[in-house]
């Protein structure tokens, strides 16, 4: 609640199947001109073992959702051009390509 200037509220999300942790994602309270450019207010990984089984959608809705409940207005998310199933991700769950560079996408989801 007392952060510096210039700092953004973070919150950190675990997704365990089972005892299992498998990924992970993270929620920004807001948009700066830094994380524009280098991620957003949305950001997950997923275990490179644990890849191919729909644990990403699965973080990504919930971390959707999570973001609603925390009162996050609008999301904006990139994604780097290396990998395309993430971006396939961004578009299942509505997300918009708003931008692009060569080496990311800029995905925004107005309408949560």
Known sequence: TDLPPGYVRQWTFWLYDGDVPVGYGKLRGKVTEKSRQLGGNLGYAIAGDQRGKGYGSILFKMLLDKSKELGIPYIFSTVEKCNPVSAKVH??????????????????????
């Open 91 to 112: 578009e299942k769950y509505g997300g918009k390509l708003v931008d692009e560079n060569e080496s990311r996408w800029y995905f925004s989801f107005e309408d949560l």
